[in-house]
């Protein structure tokens, strides 16, 4: 499936990432937006998903060559923002149980304890990741936290619940475009630090891990200029693709889930018509 919506705006592929992007020619696309299912913690339902790989190692591998195709496709000016969360070893526990606030949550599957890991552990897979990126030749420029003042408490009495996740900045050369910081102006009315504090949606029982539009604005408001393409290459119900729209820029979104491509293609296609009445 490729639908492309209304005014050549936004192109929306059904199919697994790494096909889909090793098909898109070299030096394309002008920022990448995205946030890759994490690992161990949602169940898609979907053949070949990323995500509940047995081994951790596993994992990273697939996301990594991902992001060298990634690489190939962006332009040499281009930057990669990249959005991942973290998690705890399993304790050797083969399922999660469901959370009355969230169904999503129960799992029949989850992975073994990372090898040198024990129980109760953080996995550290944001930096862990990072530095796998910067070993493929990306430039980490800026590790911002993402602060979420309606996170859910955790289930926890030994340690703080967490309340943010990591997005980090790449680039793929040592200059690349950026405006100044100095024309983003964040709720508080300073300049764009990096500590981010917004909101997280709300499960709507259609995808449980959207990315806000508040966290994705600045990203393609600084890294690209009207008409650049932006590429999500798990575009889940393509919050990116609405922020693209609003800021009047190209989208491509690829997704292996045709739930969400369905979704996201009569989202955009609303969003679409509303912006030319």
Not at 93 to 115: C, L, V, W
Not at 119 to 126: C, D
Not at 224 to 252: Q, W, Y
Request: hydrophobic share 35%; glycine share 6%.
């Amino acid at each position: 499936m490729d639908n492309i919506i209304k005014g050549n705006r936004v192109r929306l592929i059904l199919g697994d990432s790494l096909n889909v992007l090793s098909k898109l020619p070299s030096k394309s696309v002008n920022c990448v937006v995205t946030s890759p299912p994490y690992w161990g913690l949602r169940d898609y339902e979907v053949e070949n998903q990323i995500g509940l790989e047995i081994t951790i190692n596993a994992y990273y591998e697939k996301l990594v060559s991902i992001f060298i195709e990634l690489y190939r496709i962006l332009k040499d000016d281009g930057t990669l923002w990249l959005n991942i969360g973290d998690g705890y070893t399993s304790g050797n526990r083969k399922y999660r149980a469901e959370d009355k606030k969230n169904g999503a949550r129960s799992m029949n599957f989850r992975p073994d304890n990372p090898d040198g890991l024990k129980n109760k552990e953080l996995l550290g897979i944001p930096w862990n990741l990072a530095f796998k990126l910067q070993k493929l030749g990306w430039y980490l420029r800026c590790d911002i936290i993402w602060h979420k003042p309606n996170a859910m408490p955790e289930s926890v009495k030994d340690r703080p619940y967490r309340n943010h996740e990591y997005l980090f900045l790449f680039s793929k050369s040592e200059k690349y475009f950026f405006k100044d910081t100095g024309l983003i102006i964040d709720s508080t009315g300073k300049k764009l630090r990096s500590v981010w504090t917004i909101n997280q949606n709300k499960f709507n029982g259609d995808h449980f891990a959207t990315f806000p539009i508040e966290l994705i604005d600045p990203c393609i408001i600084s890294s690209t200029k009207e008409n650049h393409i932006v590429l999500d290459p798990f575009c889940g119900t393509s919050s990116v693709g609405l922020s693209c729209l609003k800021n009047n820029r190209r989208f491509i979104g690829i997704d292996i889930n045709k739930k969400y491509v369905d979704i996201s293609s009569e989202r955009l296609s609303v969003e679409y018509e509303k912006l030319q009445s």
